[in-house]
T-cell receptor
Framework: GENVEQHPSTLSVQEGDSAVIKCTYS??????FPWYKQELGKGPQLIID?????GEKKDQRIAVTLNKTAKHFSLHITETQPEDSAVYFC??????????FGAGTRLFVKA | KAGVTQTPRYLIKTRGQQVTLSCSPI?????VSWYQQTPGQGLQFLFE???????NKGNFPGRFSGRQFSNSRSEMNVSTLELGDSALYLC????????????FGQGTRLTVV
């Protein structure tokens, strides 16, 4: 069945460094790839997304890349700050259908 | 615009009991999805409702069921609770006329003892 693998499960970086989280999806029909950030005690919140007709998208310190051939997509956070510490989830879906989430990456940014 | 509201926030139940969780989506959103979140398993898809119809279903036993009302509010029910059902249950709503972005509620923390 559909599956999304996410790595690493835990990531610790120094403030100011970059963080990269990688995901692989199995369903080649997937065309929408959102990334969510979940802070303690809150539900996940969308931070950036990318559609299959785009290879890269950037929003300030956050960027996402998509390689459709390899079925890989990645989240890049530059100049990390302590407030970036949270759990990040990647997901893959076919527009209008169910969304499959990765297992999550717990990011720690050390001041 | 109010966000997604889930009630109750916390719940403690005994094995064998049943539980009903409620989700009120953002006004105008007709799609509601439910997820189970556990520390080791991430976000597991339960089911999705659109206009009172279940369109998609995850790989959960029949003890997990749901429904959606005409005002798009949704409920999920778990019968014959097991210890392993302890989790954070998240609801997300989407306005599929605009895009597929899912807006999550804060979840209901269910503990089965």
């Amino acid at each position: 069945g559909e599956n999304v693998e996410q790595h690493p499960s835990t990531l610790s970086v120094q403030e100011g460094d970059s963080a990269v989280i990688k995901c692989t999806y199995s369903d080649s029909a997937s065309n929408y790839f959102p990334w969510y950030k979940q802070e303690l005690g809150k539900g996940p919140q969308l931070i950036i997304d990318i559609r299959s007709n785009v290879g890269e998208k950037k929003d300030q310190r956050i960027a996402v890349t998509l390689n459709k051939t390899a079925k890989h997509f990645s989240l890049h956070i530059t100049e990390t700050q302590p407030e970036d510490s949270a759990v990040y989830f990647c997901a893959a879906s076919i527009t209008g259908f169910k969304t499959i989430f990765g297992a999550g990456t717990r990011l720690f940014v050390k001041a | 615009k109010a966000g997604v509201t889930q009630t109750p926030r916390y719940l403690i139940k005994t094995r064998g009991q049943q539980v009903t969780l409620s989700c009120s989506p953002i006004s105008g959103h007709r799609s509601v999805s439910w997820y189970q979140q556990t520390p080791g398993q991430g976000l597991q898809f339960l089911f999705e409702y659109f206009s009172e119809t279940q369109r998609n279903k995850g790989n959960f036993p029949g003890r997990f069921s749901g429904r959606q009302f005409s005002n798009s509010r949704s409920e999920m029910n778990v019968s014959t609770l097991e210890l392993g059902d302890s989790a954070l249950y998240l609801c997300a709503s989407s306005d599929l006329r605009v895009n597929t972005e899912a807006f999550f509620g804060q979840g209901t923390r269910l503990t089965v003892v």
